[in-house]
């Protein structure tokens, strides 16, 4: 069974920067495609980035392009999320997903993390 950690989360200032990280344990982690979800109050969670197993591949939701980067570590078992350029908006839990079959699809992602509360003020 796959467990996953997010740790990284915090309060900043409109057009701050965070890491967040997730370690990952389980199965072996370099089968995994790995995303980045978020769930803003009242609202559904959405996408935000994934990651390919060996990190060649990423895709990231518009609204995040350009300034958050998604990365990762075969060797740590972890995966990242660079935010820069926070907004209000961005305001939301961070969730680590997993795909233990490896599909970078985002409606295939079925194993989550607790979740990491980011908070951006203006």
């Known amino acids: 069974q796959v467990q996953l950690v997010e740790s990284g989360g915090g309060s900043v200032q409109a057009g701050g920067s965070l890491r967040l990280s997730c370690a990952v344990s389980g199965r072996t982690f370099n089968t995994y495609a790995m995303g980045w979800f978020r769930q803003a109050p009242g609202k559904e969670r959405e996408f935000v980035a994934a990651i390919s197993r060996g990190g060649m591949a990423t895709d990231y939701a518009d609204s995040v392009k350009g300034r958050f980067t998604i990365s990762r570590d075969n060797a740590k078992d972890t995966v990242y999320l660079q935010v820069n350029s926070l907004k209000p908006e961005d305001t939301a839990v961070y969730y680590c997903?997993?795909?233990?079959?490896?599909?970078?699809?985002?409606?295939?992602?079925?194993?989550w993390g607790q979740g990491t509360q980011v908070t951006v003020s203006s």
């Open positions: 997903a997993a795909n233990p079959y490896g599909s970078m699809r985002r409606e295939s992602f079925n194993s």
